[in-house]
């Protein structure tokens, strides 16, 4: 079993914390390997996460459910899911809460994941170093779109003559919003004329 335990300081607001930190494409963007697939009726979704553990790269998919409770700015996340070749299944479970300090916020989390498989050792032994240097890179660029200013997910506008053309996002965090929502947007297209993501 892995156990993970982490406090992430955050110098934004609560309210923008929660916004970043209760999105799943927003979260997602900001985890190196990771893709957001379908989402299931139920509000579960799909994703998949590509782990390197020394030379052996892991591709993991797994169904997620997501539990938010607004008031108490706190959630609960679990997922079940499996590597690529059904070597090793594994759960998880994960808590998380987002509470004021004197600069800024907090975002606290913990959470424990139980695999069975082939590669269970494997994953286990590198489970420390993998997870360390996982945290200070999501934990970085969390950071980094927390920083900037709630954006509408809209498609981006063409010119109309005589109009300046529209400002293009200069930030990362913009450009990953931006594109996460061209993203979904392209895929809710297809879904609504009958085809295939």
Same mark, same amino acid.
């Given at each position: 079993m892995i156990t993970i335990t982490e406090t992430i300081p955050v110098p934004s607001p609560r309210e923008r914390v929660w916004e970043v930190v209760s999105s799943p494409a927003d979260v997602v963007s900001c985890i190196a390997g990771a893709e957001l697939g379908e989402e299931h009726e139920d509000g579960s979704f799909d994703g998949t996460l590509v782990v390197k553990f020394g030379a052996v790269r892991v591709r993991f998919g797994a169904r997620v459910h997501l539990e938010l409770d607004e008031a108490g700015y706190e959630g609960r996340l679990t997922a079940r899911g499996k590597d690529g070749q059904a070597a090793t299944r594994f759960t998880a479970e994960a808590g998380?809460? !987002? $509470?004021?300090?004197? #600069?800024?916020?907090?975002? %606290?989390?913990?959470? &424990?994941?139980?695999?069975?498989?082939?590669?269970?050792?494997?994953?286990?032994?590198?489970?420390?170093? !993998? $997870?360390?240097?996982? #945290?200070?890179?999501?934990? %970085?660029?969390?950071? &980094?779109?927390?920083?900037?200013?709630?954006?509408?997910?809209?498609?981006?506008?063409?010119?109309?003559?005589?109009?300046?053309?529209?400002?293009?996002?200069?930030?990362?965090?913009a450009r990953i919003r931006a594109w996460w929502a061209a993203l979904w947007n392209r895929r809710s297209e297809r879904t609504s004329q009958g085809g295939t993501a």
């Open positions: 998380f809460r !987002v $509470v004021e300090d004197g #600069t800024g916020s907090k975002v %606290a989390m913990d959470g &424990e994941i139980r695999l069975t498989g082939k590669l269970t050792s494997l994953i286990e032994a590198g489970a420390g170093v !993998v $997870v360390s240097r996982m #945290t200070k890179d999501f934990s %970085a660029r969390f950071v &980094e779109l927390c920083a900037g200013p709630a954006e509408p997910e809209t498609p981006a506008a063409a010119a109309v003559p005589g109009e300046a053309a529209p400002e293009r996002p200069t930030t990362l965090a």
